[in-house]
Structures are given as C-alpha cells and as structure tokens.
C-alpha cells in the first residue's frame, strides 16, 4: 500500500506503483505515471504525460513534467519518460518535450542537484550527476557517468559524451567527447577524466590509449579527418577509442577544441 499524506492532490487517472510515498501538499497530474517504490517529498509536482520508473526519490519543490518552455509549442501530446533509482534535489525543474509526440528522456541511477534544469527533447543517460543550478536547454544529449557542475550549461543541440565532465561556471556551445573534460566559457576540452575512468573500472592501457586518442584530436594540429583516420588503425580494438571517433565524426556542431587546437 502507498502512504499519501491527506494534503496531497493526486488527479483522476494517476497512476501508482506498489509501496509510494507521496508527502504533504505534493500534486500529481491525471497522466502521470509512478513506479513501485517511488518517494515524494513535500510539495513537489509531477504533471503533464510523465512516467518515473522504481525507486526515484523526489525532494521538496522540485516540478516534473510540466509544458515545455519553447515558444515553438503548439499543443499535441508531449512526453518526459524517466527511469529508475533517480534523485532530484529542491527545485529541480524537468520539461517535457515542444513537439507532438515528442520526449524528454532521463535514465537511470542519476543525481540532480537543487535548482537544475533539464529542458525539452534532452536526451540523458545513466548514472549522471548534475550539480547545483546546472542547466540544460533543448535538445541536449548527455552520455552515461557524465558530470556537469554547478552554475554550467549548454546551448541547444550540444551532445556531451560518455563520462566527460564540465567544470563549474562553464558554457558550452560545442559537443564534449567522451572521456574527456571542458571548462570555460565558451568551454574548450582541457584533459581526459582519467578518475572517472578508473572509478568506472577501465584498465589503465584503455585509460593511456584514450588520452592518446585526446592528444591526436584536440592537440596534434590534424585536420579531424586525419586524426581520425590515423587513430583507426593505431586502436582497432580499443571500443573507447572507437567511441571517441565515431562520436567526433557524427558532430554537427563541432568539437570543444582550444583556439589553435591546442591548450
């Protein structure tokens, strides 16, 4: 059985999983949908058609799911799809998505601290954490284990790689490859996230073959055809590496380079 506090509000058509806690003055939209274990902290709102998978775990006025902020809206039907085990800290604001049948998806094991913001049709993946008042505008790809700390953000269309990381205070107007860390504003990619990596469990020749795949994009003065050519045939068998050429060749806005495409 959920626990609802008498204050709550939960609309006709909500749907709740086994084992809620829904606490005092929380409101929860007619087509929200919760999963089993899910826990509410006081005054927080879910609207729109938002679905939370098992076990998130959602703080005092954090909103879930409302209207997306883009003056390009028109109406239709607009999702936010959430996995499980998240947390969002005070005043965490997810949008849904601006097209009609369109998404705003969040994976899972991740940790929102107070005030971010994710907006409409962002894409993230698992285990990402976002620090206090980090912002995400639309349409933003964010990989798994990727960090982005407080007061930074992105501009619309940006993709942020698996385990790359944003420093605090920083803007970025241009894709982070994975494995690797930017600051600044506009942020520009500085050095591989070699603690990451290891934390995640990769060995330290991957590691070493990663910051050589860094050196030869950001650092070697090749046009990124060239570097990436070359890093094919020195790393067939490294998946990461792989990764990292197959995400730099597919950005429509470029890379986070320094001027110069050095340091």
């Known amino acids: 059985m959920s626990r609802i506090h008498p204050s709550a509000v939960i609309e006709d058509g909500a749907q709740l999983g086994e084992d809620c806690t829904i606490g005092p003055f929380c409101v929860i939209g007619p087509h929200v949908r919760l999963g089993n274990r899910c826990n509410?902290?006081?005054?927080?709102?879910?609207?729109?058609?938002?679905?939370?998978?098992?076990?998130?775990?959602v703080y005092p006025f954090a909103c879930l799911g409302k209207?997306?902020?883009?003056?390009?809206?028109?109406?239709?039907?607009?999702?936010?799809v959430i996995g499980d085990r998240n947390e969002f800290r005070e005043y965490v604001t997810v949008n849904t998505a601006t097209t009609d049948g369109g998404k705003t998806v969040i994976g899972s094991d991740c940790l929102f601290q107070s005030y971010c913001h994710i907006a409409h049709e962002c894409i993230l993946g698992d285990h990402i954490i976002m620090t206090s008042d980090a912002?995400?505008?639309?349409?933003?790809?964010?990989?798994?284990?990727a960090v982005i700390m407080g007061k930074s953000g992105g501009i619309p269309f940006v993709r942020i790689g698996t385990m790359g990381m944003i420093g605090g205070y920083s803007k970025?107007?241009?894709?982070?490859?994975p494995y690797c860390i930017a600051e600044g504003i506009p942020a520009e990619m500085r050095?591989?996230?070699k603690v990451k990596m290891e934390r995640c469990g990769l060995s330290s020749e991957t590691v070493r073959a990663v910051y050589n795949?860094?050196?030869?994009?950001i650092r070697s003065g090749l046009t990124l055809e060239k570097a990436t050519a070359e890093l094919?045939?020195?790393y067939p068998n490294v998946p990461e590496v792989q990764h990292m050429i197959a995400f730099a060749r597919a950005s429509q806005r470029g890379l986070a380079r320094p001027k110069g495409g050095e340091e």
């Open 172 to 177: 970025l107007d241009r894709d982070l490859l």
């Open 213 to 217: 795949a860094f050196k030869k994009i």
């Open 135 to 145: 912002m995400l505008a639309g349409h933003i790809e964010v990989g798994d284990h």
């Open 191 to 193: 050095s591989v996230n």
């Open 40 to 57: 509410l902290h006081s005054h927080v709102v879910i609207d729109g058609h938002t679905t939370l998978g098992d076990e998130n775990v």
């Open 232 to 234: 094919e045939d020195e």
């Open 67 to 80: 209207k997306t902020q883009d003056l390009k809206y028109v109406g239709g039907t607009c999702y936010a």
